[in-house]
């Protein structure tokens, strides 16, 4: 037996007992006559204390030689610590030791493994097995496996079944690049790994699974925007004879369990929005509604006043900063500053204070007398001691501007807390996004979502305005998921893809499979997929998911650890018909 105990196990109760423990060196202090040394595993960390007058030579003479992140052995008995540590659970005791092995030595670690390190990002990811021994790191892993274990027990008690789905398949709809995998027996043949397991969901209905899920990594080649990995895991549901209703319920109840389990906190609404109305009250389709300021659209109290910027805009449109008559004409002026930035592109911004007194002051005083910014408050919802702040334009432009400057003056606030949660539905999707690329529509969630029964005529006419059967979770300003209501008629699905500009060659070379199934009696399905790793985040308080995944990668794809991707040999290559070309980069 390596041990009798753990190092985060023990306690008064066990004084005087003779006991055995394994584990890391964390730290050691050596006065000579007295040598302390914190040893640590999973569990926790043990004071082992090692003195002259007590402990035999030779052992003091070992533990003399130990150096951070040795492997060590010690067997000694429970005492009682004279100085306390009322930090530490096992800080009222300490293991006078009488035996010590020295399991395996270590190198001097590249840096401190401790709460807080001295490593930097890159340092610590091709190290990454020695940052797991850090708390923050084996905390967050420790609570992702809660969550995992949560998501199977809600699922499962729910009927779902848990069924593997291939990873060696071809192109998924999901709208992304394929990573692709050569095969060797089908010379000039290649797998494209599962961007999701989205038309497998579809054949496990059709095979009559009725409740599917899988906690499944997906692949997408996309450009990596931070805290975006190639690799990912979704939590992938699918659900056979079920309405949008049905579904929003079980992952609704989903949710709230894992809140529940995970943070102790019980819900009491969990609102649903309209894609439609999102993007009027947040211009946003992923809002964080734990703070107010919601969007007051001006155009009806601002035009054609003189003021060219307003006349010629689509919309004029402002938010209410709580206490924001409080900045300095600095702090404004640098938050115009701030939208005018290229990343947010606004031409500048309007602002009103209004004051305690209950007059107001604008920045276009010129135009609009004190009446005029009375509506502007009113639309705006804002009170004695805020700032109005308002952008005009293009309306899409104008309210993603004004989205990304809400979200920062709450993060500057302090309203978007870490410990508050807010899960709301976005319904009604568009079926149909317009590309100005390929100047198409494209599916807006995938080609398979329904689009709402009642508006595909509107297809032939209007199709931009049609909305689907689709939805989302968002939870405080972040998607963390989404699905639909799938077409489950060949006719409709052929029609979709002529839509969205497959040829009928393509799309039976691309999805036969799943048209022809859908000949021998596909029941009426839906579901959803959640994204692991950023619910995981959430609910950890964190908003980076690189710290909740085990081996990421960095943001040019790389896994710096075992330096992947890399190239093949030459054998390897033949054996798959494979000549590789790169181009010269310019400069080189
Ligand atoms: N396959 C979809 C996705 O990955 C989810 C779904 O529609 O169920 O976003």
């Avoid at 041990?3 to 000579?32: D, F, I, S």
């Avoid at 579904?247 to 439609?276: A, C, N, S, W």
């Avoid at 500009?501 to 799309?507: I, Q």
């Avoid at 085990?550 to 075992?562: L, T, Y």
């Amino acid at each position: 037996m390596y041990r009798t105990h753990t190092c985060g196990e023990l306690r008064e109760t066990h004084l005087q007992q003779t006991v055995t423990v394994a584990g890391w060196v964390q730290k050691t202090r050596n006065k000579g006559f007295m040598i302390w040394v914190d040893l640590r595993d999973r569990y926790g960390v043990t004071q082992l204390i090692f003195d002259e007058q007590r402990t035999p030579e030779a052992v003091m003479q070992k533990a003399a030689s130990l150096g951070r992140e040795f492997v060590v052995q010690a067997t000694g008995t429970v005492i009682e610590r004279e100085s306390k540590n009322p930090n530490l659970p096992t800080g009222n005791i300490e293991i006078l030791v009488s035996e010590l092995t020295i399991l395996n030595p270590s190198l001097v670690p590249p840096f401190t493994i401790e709460e807080k390190t001295d490593g930097g990002e890159d340092l610590r990811m091709k190290y990454r097995y020695l940052d797991i021994r850090r708390n923050p790191v084996r905390e967050s892993l420790i609570f992702r496996h809660r969550v995992t274990m949560e998501v199977r027990k809600y699922l499962s008690d729910q009927g779902f079944i848990d069924v593997e789905t291939p990873y060696l398949i071809k192109s998924t709809p999901e709208g992304a690049r394929d990573f692709v995998v050569p095969s060797r027996m089908n010379p000039g043949q290649f797998y494209a790994l599962p961007q999701s397991p989205q038309t497998f969901k579809q054949l496990l209905m059709v095979g009559g699974m009725d409740k599917y899920f899988q906690i499944v990594k997906c692949f997408r080649d996309e450009d990596l925007r931070a805290d975006r990995q190639p690799e990912f895991t979704q939590i992938d549901c699918e659900m056979a004879f079920v309405e949008q209703e049905d579904i929003l319920q079980v992952f609704e109840g989903m949710t709230r369990h894992l809140l529940k389990e995970l943070k102790g906190i019980e819900i009491d609404t969990f609102p649903r929005m309209t894609y439609d109305e999102a993007m009027q009250k947040y211009g946003n389709d992923k809002p964080d509604i734990r703070f107010g300021m919601e969007f007051g659209e001006l155009n009806e109290v601002t035009k054609h006043r003189g003021f060219k910027v307003f006349d010629e805009a689509d919309l004029v449109v402002g938010i209410a900063v709580p206490n924001g008559n409080s900045f300095t004409r600095k702090e404004i002026d640098g938050l115009i500053d701030w939208v005018k930035r290229p990343q947010i592109g606004a031409m500048g911004m309007v602002y009103v204070r209004c004051h305690e007194d209950g007059s107001y002051k604008s920045s276009v005083d010129k135009f609009y007398t004190e009446e005029d910014l009375v509506q502007w408050a009113e639309k705006t919802g804002a009170k004695a001691g805020d700032l109005i702040c308002v952008l005009s334009g293009a309306t899409g432009k104008v309210r993603t501007q004004l989205s990304a400057l809400r979200m920062e003056l709450a993060q500057r606030l302090g309203l978007r807390k870490g410990d508050e949660f807010a899960p709301l539905w976005v319904v009604d999707f568009p079926l149909l996004e317009w590309d100005e690329e390929s100047q198409r529509f494209h599916a807006m969630h995938h080609p398979f979502t329904s689009p709402k029964p009642e508006q595909i005529e509107l297809l032939k006419t209007n199709p931009g305005a049609v909305k689907a059967n689709a939805y989302d979770l968002v939870i405080n300003g972040n998607e963390i998921g989404g699905g639909s209501i799938r077409i489950h008629d060949r006719e409709v699905q052929q029609k979709m893809f002529d839509y969205l500009g497959f040829t009928p060659e393509e799309a039976k070379a691309q999805f036969g499979f799943l048209m022809e199934a859908f000949q021998y009696g596909a029941p009426p399905h839906g579901g959803l997929a959640f994204g692991l790793d950023r619910l995981v985040a959430i609910l950890g308080g964190q908003e980076t998911i690189r710290d909740f995944i085990a081996f990421p990668k960095n943001n040019s794809g790389r896994d710096v650890m075992i330096d992947a991707p890399a190239p093949i040999n030459n054998t390897q290559l033949e054996e798959l018909y494979l000549r590789v070309e790169v181009p010269q980069k310019e400069n080189e």
